[in-house]
Every structure is written in structure tokens, then in C-alpha cells.
């Protein structure tokens, strides 16, 4: 026992964060209904400013913890209580993007600020030893951060089963107008409410650093991984719970990482161990536990404009007479558009899923990883390109199947984590397996010698065949029995069950077809420049494309050509240090804007706003009427 309790100490010190971060994310979920998946984007940025005035303007800490905690926690609270009445009456993808985008946002604005997103970070709390344990010495950060987390949890129980705020928390869901009637407003009870969260999770960003001795913004921002596993401990509804949950998972961590040592097959277990928490636990909770919070029935978007069969031959022979010219016009950057035709499959297989089915996947480019390392491997074997290219996608497929189970019995915002948290698994553990990119720097994958297509030209060519192929495949599923049952499962899947349909089939079928189109997106993208390694499919870029391709349009293949130009070609005709940066806070910002007036909402203010005007041009209405001579006003009686 003596050999683990090094480990568990450290478990509890980590467990206490990740249970604080879930307190504040479960709580924001239980009063608004909008589950934060920038839950940690809130974390890294008060760990941001705590950085900004401690480190680098030299202020005490206390006073830095102050203004990062509690001035930082209003102001961000208070924001987020908007952009969550904004997301209200929103579908539940668009409030997944929205949120989405802070993770987009925070690390970029961090990035033009500082640089790297890695720095130096001192340790702020006393860690000289406070006891000592079997001759195992516990420090006082140890203990301060886990008594912080036991006050905390405490104290906002008692707060929610004592209090009448706290009891209009929790009744604020459901029917914000009985308890408008009480005299309470919810509209202040959700800002106290986004305010106390704000507040947990910066919290949990500063202890988390000190931990660490590092501030690694990314990393930061998907602490609300650990947050959705502990959140799940108590099924996304109880606060107690969601503190075990995350006390429990750090232990596991902690004890993880002693075992797995003797077991380099094993290595990394304990760092994914949340992510295998919250997949598991999403496997396991009972269906009915896992309704969304604040669900309403949302009006369904407007269509797309429907274009004339005429137009739309015009408009794809345009496309395509401009993709074949491609090469001859841009010179020395082929490169960049070789690699936006090489994208087009991935995007097509997302907004399969998103577009037509109404599923979610943030793992979309964890598909495109296996797709890439497989062909690599079998090229390296000797088999022929186009082989090696199927192989990659087929091999994608059985992966995409595993997805679909938590997709058989999940929906909306818990399919959204499920996928999450496998994308990040597959990323931090199966990646460095032999079978994916392994131990080694670069994986081989040459272009296919025959008919000049190892050259940049031909291989360009060659990834616009297949993205054309890719294309004509989605098209042909949409018009098919199976895109109306996709369209169907979309708009309602009670009423297809009620009909006798059995949508398990159809979701396994369309996250199969979807895998299966991004692995060979991958295996193209893998020959461009000859080799590939894991850092184009870091777990962020899921994010990064799924918010790209929802704010690029609503028909399936136009959104997907748009999207991969926005993603992959403007970087390259822009000069400056910083493009990258600029574009991912474009990409989020947008994203945000994207998904509220979604909608309505800013559609709806500008039409307030031009009656208003209106009005003050020709007068009020009653005025407008006297001017009315009598014969020219309908009905009106001539006298006699």
C-alpha cells in the first residue's frame, strides 16, 4: 500500500480540480440548459490573466487570484449568460458550435498575446510539507486544494437545498415562467448562476497550473474532458456526484500511472483515463437519465434556396472547369490547393453526418488519422496505391462502427461528448502505437508511380477524382432511400420508429459511410508531401472543422467545397507571423455569431429595429391614419 499512496495523494490533489471543474459545468448545465463545452476555454483564459498578472506584471498573487477568480468570474459569467439565452432556441448542434468556438477563441487570442501556448509557470501556493503520511510527505497545496474542494462542494449544496436562490436554480429549467411568476427573475437567476460556474472554473485553471508548474492553454481548455467524465459519475445532474466522480477519476489517474509503468503496451492509459470515464460512463447510464436539460421544440431552419436543375449543372461545370485549371494558375501553391482537394472527403463525410443525419461527431479527424497511418503501412508493404487508398478508408469503417454505439442509443449533446472524448483517446493513446504512427518521427507515403501521377500536377489531379467520386457517392446517399431516412432520423426519429423504421441501422450505416469517406480523405491527404506525422491530426482540428463547415452553408457538397477553401487556402495567400492564429479566432468568433442567429435572434432585432425606425420617419400609426383622406380608407362609409 505504502508503493500507491504517492499516487493517491496525487489522485486526490487532481480530483479535487476536476470535481470543481465539473461543480461549475454541471452547475451552468442544470440552470441555462447549455452544456459548455468551453467549460475549460473559461479555465485557461482566468489561468490566462492570473499568468498576465502575476508572472508577467509582477502583482502578488492573492491580488492576481482575486481579480482572475472573482472580477474574471462576473465578467465572464455575465457573457455567458447572454451568448446561453442567445443559444436558447437553438438546435442542439448550433449550441455545441457556439461553444465549441471558445475553445477556438481563447487559445488564439492567448497565442497572439504570449506566443507559444507552453509557458513557465511557478507554483504560487506553499508546497512545503504540511504532514507526512508513511513517510509519504503531503504538501500544503495538497491539502489546501483538497479542502477547497470539499468546502466548495459543500457550500453549494447547502446553497441549493437551503437557500430560495437556490431552489430558483433549480427550477429554472424547466419552466422559467412558473418561477417568473414567483416574483423571482430567471433571467437574474441563470446570471448568478453563469457567474458561480465562471468562478469554479477559473478556480480550477489557477490550481491546475500550480499543479502543473506549466500553462498550456490547450491543455487547459480541454480540462472540461476530465469535467464530462466527472459530470457523468452523477449523470450530468447531481453536483455531489459530479465532486466523487472527479475525485474518483483522479485516483484512478494517479493509480493508473503506477501500474501501467511495468506495461509500455499500457503507457498512457492513466493520462486517457478520463476520457474511457466519461465513454464508459455514457455507455452505462440508463437512457432516461440522459435527456437534455432545456430542451424545446426548436423551428427548424430555413432551407437552402432551391436552384434549378440548369443552375445547378451551370454551377457544378463552372466548379469544375475552375478545379481543372487550378494548377496552371497558382504557381508555387499547388501545395495548398492540392492539400484543400484532399480535405474535400473529410468535409463531405462531416456533413453527412451533421447535414443530413442530424449526428454529431467531434472525432472526425481521428477517421482521417487511421485512413493516412494505414495506407502508409501498407504502402510500405508493397501494396499498389489505389489499394492501399480503399484499404485505409475500409479499415476506418469498423472505428466508425465502434462510434456508432454510444450513436444507437445517444443524441445531440451526449453523442457530442461520446465522440470527444474517443477522438481524444485515440489521439493521446492509439497514436503512439506501432499500428498507427508509432515510436517513429514520419511515416512514408509515396504517390503512386504510373502515368506521371507522382508529380505535383498529376497528383492534384488524382485527389480531384477521388474528391469527385466522394462527392457523387454523398449525392447518390441523399437522393436515396437511405438519405430520406437520414433526413427523416434528423427531423424526427420517434416518429420513423413509429413507422416501423429501424434507425439503429440507418446511424451505423451513415457513421460507417462517414469513417470510411475520412480515412480516404486521409490516405490522399498522406501522399502530398510524401510522409505524414501525427501533428495535422492534433484532436483540436475536429473542432476546428466542424465549426468551419457549419458556418460555410446548409447544402451538403456547396459547404463542404466552401469549407475546405476557408480552412486550407487563405493562409497561404496571407503574409504575417500570425495567420494562423487570426484565422482560428475568425473561425470561432464566426462559429459563435453562426449559431445564435441561427435562431433568429439577430434577424429579429434588426426587424424590430427597422419598425422602430419606420415609425419615427412617418410618425405613429394613429397619425399615419388621420392623413388617410376618408373615400381612400377601405370600408369606409361615404356620408350621405
Given amino acids: 500500500m505504502s508503493e500507491y499512496l504517492p499516487y493517491i495523494i496525487i489522485g486526490l490533489t487532481a480530483g479535487s480540480v476536476y470535481g470543481m471543474a465539473a461543480l461549475g459545468l454541471v452547475l451552468t448545465y442544470k440552470t441555462s440548459g447549455v452544456f459548455n463545452f468551453g467549460h475549460g476555454a473559461v479555465a485557461a483564459a482566468a489561468a490566462g490573466v492570473f499568468y498576465e498578472l502575476h508572472v508577467r506584471q509582477g502583482w502578488a498573487w492573492p491580488l492576481a487570484a ?90 453549494l449544496y447547502a446553497f441549493f437545498q437551503r437557500s430560495r436562490l437556490g431552489v430558483s436554480m433549480r427550477a429554472v429549467v424547466d419552466r422559467p415562467e412558473l418561477l417568473d411568476l414567483t416574483g423571482e427573475s430567471p433571467a437574474r437567476v441563470r446570471r448568478i448562476s453563469w457567474v458561480i460556474g465562471s468562478s469554479f472554473a477559473a478556480v480550477s485553471g489557477l490550481l491546475l497550473v500550480n499543479t502543473q508548474q506549466q500553462l498550456d492553454v490547450i491543455l487547459i481548455s480541454l480540462l472540461v474532458v476530465q469535467a464530462f467524465g466527472a459530470a457523468a459519475f452523477g449523470a450530468f445532474r447531481s453536483l455531489p ?25 499500457l503507457a498512457g492509459l492513466d493520462t486517457n483515463m478520463p476520457f474511457l470515464f466519461l465513454f464508459v460512463g455514457l455507455l452505462v447510464i440508463p437512457r432516461h437519465k440522459l435527456v437534455e436539460l432545456g430542451q424545446r421544440a426548436v423551428r427548424q431552419s430555413k432551407k437552402s434556396r432551391e436552384w434549378s436543375p440548369a443552375a445547378r449543372r451551370s454551377l457544378a461545370s463552372v466548379a469544375l472547369i475552375g478545379a481543372a485549371v487550378v494548377p496552371f494558375v497558382v504557381g508555387t501553391k499547388l501545395a495548398t490547393w492540392t492539400v484543400a482537394v ?38 510500405a508493404q508493397g501494396v499498389p496505391w489505389v489499394l492501399a487508398v480503399i484499404i485505409g478508408g475500409l479499415v476506418a469503417v469498423p472505428v466508425g462502427a465502434l462510434v456508432a454505439i454510444p450513436a444507437i442509443r445517444l443524441s445531440g449533446l451526449y453523442l457530442g461528448l461520446a465522440t470527444l472524448g474517443f477522438g481524444i483517446l485515440l489521439a493521446q493513446f492509439f497514436y503512439s502505437k506501432p499500428y498507427m504512427f508509432g515510436p517513429s518521427v514520419s511515416i512514408d507515403s509515396p504517390r503512386p508511380a504510373v502515368l506521371g501521377l507522382d508529380s505535383d500536377r498529376g497528383y492534384y489531379y488524382l485527389l480531384l477524382l477521388i474528391a469527385l467520386l466522394s462527392a457523387l457517392l454523398v449525392i ?8 430520406r431516412l437520414l433526413r427523416g432520423m434528423a427531423d424526427s426519429p420517434t416518429a420513423l ?34 510522409s505524414i506525422n501525427r501533428e495535422p491530426f492534433n484532436y483540436v482540428q475536429s473542432l476546428i472543422v466542424l465549426a468551419v463547415l457549419m458556418i460555410s452553408g ?54 424590430r429595429l427597422s419598425t422602430r425606425f419606420e415609425e419615427r420617419r412617418v410618425g405613429p400609426a394613429g397619425a399615419r391614419r388621420s392623413t388617410v383622406p376618408l373615400t381612400d380608407r377601405p370600408h369606409a362609409a361615404l356620408p350621405s
Fill in 241 to 265: 456526484l459530479a465532486y466523487v466522480g472527479g475525485v474518483v477519476l483522479g485516483v484512478l489517474q494517479g493509480v493508473a500511472g503506477k501500474v501501467t509503468a511495468d506495461y509500455p503496451s
Fill in 66 to 155: 482575486f481579480v482572475s477568480v472573482i472580477l474574471f468570474g462576473v465578467v465572464a459569467g455575465v457573457l455567458l449568460e447572454r451568448l446561453a439565452a442567445g443559444l436558447a432556441p437553438v438546435a442542439t448542434a448550433y449550441r455545441i458550435i457556439a461553444t465549441v468556438g471558445l475553445i477556438l477563441v481563447v487559445p488564439a487570442l492567448f497565442a497572439l498575446r504570449n506566443g507559444p501556448l507552453a509557458q513557465t509557470f511557478p507554483t504560487f501556493l506553499p508546497n512545503n510539507v504540511a504532514f507526512t503520511i508513511s513517510g509519504v510527505r503531503v504538501g500544503w497545496d495538497n491539502v489546501v486544494t483538497f479542502v477547497l474542494g470539499l468546502v466548495a462542494v459543500g457550500g
Fill in 476 to 483: 447518390a446517399i441523399e437522393r436515396s432511400r437511405l438519405g
Fill in 342 to 379: 484532399a480535405f474535400l472527403p473529410l468535409f463531405l463525410s462531416l456533413g453527412l453526418l451533421v447535414r443530413t443525419s442530424g449526428q454529431i461527431s467531434l472525432c472526425q479527424i481521428g477517421f482521417m488519422a487511421i485512413g493516412a497511418t494505414t495506407s502508409g503501412h501498407m504502402l
Fill in 554 to 607: 446548409r447544402r451538403t457538397v456547396t459547404a463542404a467545397v466552401v469549407a475546405t477553401l476557408a480552412l486550407n487556402v487563405p493562409a497561404a495567400y496571407i503574409d504575417g507571423p500570425n495567420v494562423t492564429n487570426y484565422l482560428q479566432l475568425l473561425f470561432g468568433a464566426v462559429a459563435i455569431f453562426a449559431a445564435v442567429s441561427s435562431g433568429g435572434r439577430f434577424s429579429n432585432a434588426v426587424a
Fill in 497 to 530: 420508429t413509429m413507422l416501423g423504421t429501424n434507425t439503429n441501422v440507418s446511424r451505423v450505416l451513415v457513421f460507417c459511410v462517414s469513417a470510411f469517406l475520412a480515412g480516404v480523405s486521409g490516405a490522399g491527404f498522406a501522399g502530398v508531401f510524401g
